[in-house]
């Protein structure tokens, strides 16, 4: 037990108020330079799907649904996780078919910024639906909805990227996750916020198992709400405050989507910095007071250098954001919420890369009793035909 851990809300309302002092600088900066309406995204990695491999991802997404509309028992319920074996099975085969293009264009960020924009994913706004409330109600489209093509699409898409995942403990467990503002959690640290800057993060940094990629796809963003995006490869550090990152001082807890009360179990302290150079960063869940003045300095040192190098993303419908998680703090800046249907509305996929190894230090961690769900983790990743 970390002596003196805040519960996660108390953190979560500290960095609000603004005691973190770390945290402070990074929001009070972005909240000042990142309005809703800017787009700053120089030096983004920019790959176009071509048409033929768009489609291809599109129709084998709909052949997919028409196929689970005619099974028996094809209800809501039984794919709304996505994780049903026969649902995996269709995306392994459907994987297979596509043409190399889909997986040479979500192949890692191979750049200093560790971020990739992908473009050309058909999305037709009139087709979709109100944008869903919360993510309780996106599951319960159906397998004809426009909603349920679109996250069959983001899963082949992963999938060919590596092996999408979910945790039982968020969003029911579910491989394609919604992200949408919903009422009452506008001040939350969680993609289910609005009105607070969401402070830049490691995805799930709390946890040994977080996801070596991450894939956001967008179906709607009508106000431009633009995504930050931080590489720890182009920040400079201190010798002094990079040889204090790469210790071991705080804990991260997991963030409010998994739940209040973690507090209460082993809380080891992690690397902020990576022996490779990774980052491990989630400064809203991290309880900084309790650190000692040198590593608080360090860590606004860092927060500093992570607002300079800060990008700006708006992503626009049909455009995927494919963020390296070990190098790539990303986050969202404030807006305001429509709550009539027509909000932003993104998907997100959790993607491990089987073939990338961690510092083995973090393999002792419990990762706060938060379990995988891993359905694409004992088959090979199928390959794609030539393209013809
Ligand atoms: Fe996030």
Known sequence: MWAGLPSRTELTTLRHLGSGEGNTSVNNVLRERHTASGDDAGGLERRDLPDAAAH?????????AATIESMPRSSARRFSTLTDPE?????????????????????????ACGAAVVSRIPVTDAELGPTPRDWRAAARRTPRSAAFRHELAMLLLARCAGQPFGWLGQQDGRLVNTIV???G????????????????HTEDAFHPARAH???????????????????????????????????????????????????????????TVGPAGTLRYDPAYTPLDDGDAEFRSAYTELGAELERVCRTAILRPGQ???????????????????????DRWL??????LPQRNRDPAERSETGYGQRTVTPFAHTPRPTPPSYR
């Open 56 to 64: 291809a991802v599109h129709d084998t997404a709909e052949e997919i």
């Open 87 to 111: 649902l995996i099975e269709l995306v392994e085969a459907g994987c297979a078919r596509l043409p190399h293009e889909v997986a040479t264009a979500v192949r890692p960020p191979a750049t």
């Open 181 to 183: 503002p919903a009422p």
């Open 185 to 200: 959690h506008e001040d939350e640290q969680s993609g289910a916020g609005s009105t607070t800057l969401l402070a830049p």
């Open 213 to 271: 990629l991450l894939l956001l796809g967008c179906l709607r963003n009508p106000d431009r709400v633009a995504t930050t995006i931080s590489s720890v490869r182009e920040v400079r550090l201190s010798p002094v405050a990079d040889r204090r990152l790469r210790t071991r001082v705080l804990p991260i807890l997991p963030d409010v989507s998994y739940g209040n009360d973690f507090h209460r179990q082993p809380c080891p302290p992690v690397a």
């Open 320 to 342: 995927l954001l494919l963020l390296d998680n070990d190098v790539v703090v990303h986050g969202r800046v404030p807006f305001t919420p429509r709550y009539d249907g027509t």
């Open 347 to 352: 998907l997100r996929v959790n993607i491990a």
